[in-house]
């Protein structure tokens, strides 16, 4: 079976701090998890969530991710970056490489479809950036990073799954 896979972040330019989650679903049902970073940037978020998500994933599972404009441009680059020696087309230094390099053994041996995120409040993205935005605001809260499982009950609410 495939997994969908849904991330949304949430930055504080003014702060540096930042949150993230994903919704996943495939044959073991709903899951999720949410988390915050200090003393990071936008960019960096995406990757993270994205790790957090296939952690425990077979690499061969098709995935598909509902992502950002951002984030899609940032997976569709990921395979340039690494074979330009981690340069952008400007052979600039890749932004947030230190997130973004361990995605690619997660990502390259499987099929990857990247699809625009849904928009509107009962969608799972909604549901994703709510827990992006707690994420972000516990790492701000409490000094530290963030990390922590969504609640079944809560995942069973999602729209649009």
């Not at 899951?31 to 790790?51: M, N, Y």
């Not at 425990?56 to 950002?68: G, I, N």
């Amino acid at each position: 079976m495939s997994l969908k896979l849904w991330i949304a972040t949430a930055f504080d330019p003014v702060y540096g701090n930042g949150g993230w989650a994903y919704v996943r679903a495939d044959a073991a049902g709903l899951s999720g998890k949410a988390g915050g970073e200090r003393r990071t940037t936008a960019g960096a978020l995406g990757p993270l969530a994205i790790a957090a998500a296939l952690a425990d994933v077979d690499l061969k599972t098709p995935l598909t991710v509902y992502a950002s404009p951002a984030l899609a441009a940032g997976l569709a680059a990921l395979p340039v970056w690494a074979a330009a020696g981690w340069r952008t087309d400007d052979n600039e230094p890749v932004p947030d490489r230190v997130q973004w390099e361990p995605l690619l053994p997660k990502l390259g041996a499987r099929p990857l479809t990247v699809l625009a995120a849904p928009q509107g409040a009962d969608t799972p993205t909604a549901f994703c950036a709510a827990w992006a935005e707690l994420g972000r605001d516990k790492a701000k809260a409490t000094g530290k990073p963030f990390a922590s499982a969504i609640p079944k009950p809560n995942l069973s609410k999602v729209k649009g799954l």
